[in-house]
């Protein structure tokens, strides 16, 4: 699950919290397990609490902990909240060209890619965290 490395982190993560839904966990304690920058983790962790999904706590008792109960967060509600696209389909950032062929190619390669990824948007709301939660798992239990 690298191929994005941020919906990889932020599933990763919010996995290893369905474990323990009330723990708070630092970004440094994230940062340490994903093998990643605590910069890092504060930015995708950030845009789950902006979309309802993480509570972030301050001082020195703070961190991130579930905002909801993961059976109810769906890992669409996760990609979506990246507010990123593993299938690029709008052409809004193409050149425009005079040939009308290639302008008719870029608008149905688009179309056939917003399909593709309205498709993954469905198939994603399919599962929950909980589904993709192991029953037990070593760094959890810590």
Do not use: F
Not at 116 to 136: C, G, M, W, Y
Request: charged fraction near 25%.
């Amino acid at each position: 699950m690298k191929r994005n490395s941020r919906l990889s982190l932020a599933l990763h993560t919010l996995s290893h919290m369905a474990g323990e839904p009330n723990r708070v966990r630092t970004s440094s304690d994230i940062a340490d397990h994903a093998g990643t920058n605590p910069v890092v983790v504060r930015r995708v962790l950030g845009k789950l609490r902006e979309a309802g999904l993480l509570h972030s706590e301050k001082g020195h008792a703070g961190g991130w902990r579930l905002a909801k109960s993961a059976d109810s967060i769906t890992l669409a509600d996760v990609y979506l909240a990246l507010d990123e696209r593993l299938v690029s389909g709008t052409g809004g950032d193409a050149e425009p060209s005079d040939c009308s062929v290639e302008t008719g190619l870029q608008a149905r390669i688009a179309e056939v890619l917003d399909d593709i990824e309205a498709n993954l948007v469905e198939r994603l709301r399919e599962t929950t965290i909980t589904d993709v939660h192991p029953s037990s798992c070593s760094y959890c239990a810590r």
